[in-house]
């Protein structure tokens, strides 16, 4: 599986998503598409991005009863996304449920991949609020294990995180990191961050930039550089 930059495509409206992608002429972007526009568009603006040739990582997190999860799967998978996700937390049963739903009649399926903690969950929160005590990286270890017995493809997780996790699940079950920022940018709200380059050298197989990209004066430039960085 070759590495890829997704462009997280945080857009309020359908409007303001494709004129940003329109200004990418050579190039067709991997596109993250989110609760936010998903929400907002509905199934359509899938369909409107995939017709212009782009591969598409919808980001849903579901998380529910196996049986609500297997239905919600099925329908999703009728989108033709190419990446969709789950959060671990729903226990191997719902993963199970998951891959069901989502695998077509033909046999073949989008990726899954599975949310492990959050990064926006602290250790002190986990804790105090979940009653969860064993340490972060334990339990983001442990649901990525979870993850790949149920026969998901792979995690969304922080980049510092893709080492232990290869190790623990296997070199090609993926990973899939957002947090990652230029050395010279702004780090926003994203507390643990990397830059491209050292998310390839942490074995990151997809990474996901949202801001880097969509806010600076230059998008394509900007993704070039990222791509450069990442893909080399
Ligand atoms: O703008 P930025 O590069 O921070 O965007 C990162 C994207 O990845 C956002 O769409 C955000 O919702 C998503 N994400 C994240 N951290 C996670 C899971 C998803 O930043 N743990």
């Known amino acids: 599986m070759g590495k890829d930059v997704i462009i997280a495509c945080d857009f309020p409206s359908k409007e303001d998503t494709l004129s940003f992608l329109d200004k990418f002429t050579g190039r067709k972007p991997y596109v993250k598409i989110g609760m936010e526009l998903f929400y907002s568009e509905g199934p359509a603006i899938v369909k409107e991005i995939k017709d212009r040739g782009h591969q598409i990582f ?3 997190k579901l ?4 049986n609500t999860v297997e239905k919600a799967m099925a329908a999703l998978s009728k989108l033709d ?3 969709c996700n789950l959060h671990a ?3 191997k049963d719902m993963m199970e449920a998951a891959l069901r739903g989502l695998t077509r009649e033909d046999g073949s399926r989008p990726l899954l991949i599975a949310v492990t903690q959050l990064t926006s969950t602290s250790q002190e929160r986990m804790q105090k609020e979940l009653l969860i005590d064993a340490p972060l990286d334990e339990v983001v270890t442990k649901y990525a294990q979870n993850a790949k017995e149920a026969g998901l493809d792979g995690v969304v997780c922080s980049p510092l995180e893709s080492g232990k996790i290869h190790q623990a699940c296997r070199e090609s079950f ?3 990191t957002p947090g990652v920022r230029f050395a010279d940018g702004d780090k926003g709200d994203q507390v643990r961050v990397t830059t491209p380059e050292k998310a390839k050298e942490l074995g990151s197989d997809y990474i996901v930039v949202g801001r880097p990209i969509t ?5 394509v430039a900007a993704y070039e550089r990222v791509c450069r960085e990442f893909i080399g």
């Open 63 to 66: 998380h529910d009863i196996p």
């Open 89 to 91: 937390a729903g226990t």
């Open 215 to 219: 806010k600076a004066d230059d998008p």
């Open 81 to 83: 996304v190419d990446m």
């Open 174 to 176: 993926l990973t899939v």
């Open 58 to 60: 919808l980001d849903l």
